[in-house]
């Protein structure tokens, strides 16, 4: 059985920093890419970042670049969302997900991703 579970969310000032985890069971991992993605509170889920399966590529959305970085170690089976510089507009359900896919035109696209875990709320005040 495939799980992914994510950890570390919670409450935040803007300014601050959070490291989010991602544990994976159940599957390959390190054949595995990964995505990080968000969903604010009435909003659509959105991309937030990608790691390719060794760890050496990555992705991430205009507005996280330079802010987030996400890693992953294979030999724990983990993947890492570091975000500094949080904003408010940050906050959202963080969740991460896994593709065996390649793809030749990003990672954006949640349709890639077979398996998500339940996510992760982070809260960034004021």
């Known amino acids: 059985q495939v799980q992914l579970v994510e950890s570390g969310g919670g409450l935040v000032q803007a300014g601050a920093s959070l490291r989010l985890s991602c544990s994976v069971s159940?599957?390959?991992?390190?054949?595995?890419?990964m995505g990080w993605f968000r969903q604010a509170s009435g909003k659509e889920r959105e991309f937030v970042g990608f790691?390719?399966?060794?760890?050496?590529?990555?992705e991430y959305a205009g507005s996280m670049e330079g802010r987030f970085t996400i890693s992953r170690n294979n030999t724990d089976n983990m993947v890492y969302l570091q975000m500094n510089s949080l904003k408010p507009e940050d906050t959202a359900v963080y969740f991460c997900?896994?593709?065996?896919?390649?793809?030749?035109?990003?990672?954006?696209?949640?349709?890639?991703?077979?398996?998500w875990g339940q996510g992760t709320q982070v809260i960034v005040s004021s």
């Open positions: 159940g599957l390959t991992f390190s054949a595995y890419n």
């Open positions: 790691i390719d399966w060794s760890g050496r590529n990555t």
């Open positions: 997900a896994a593709t065996i896919y390649t793809s030749s035109i990003g990672y954006s696209a949640e349709t890639l991703y077979g398996y």
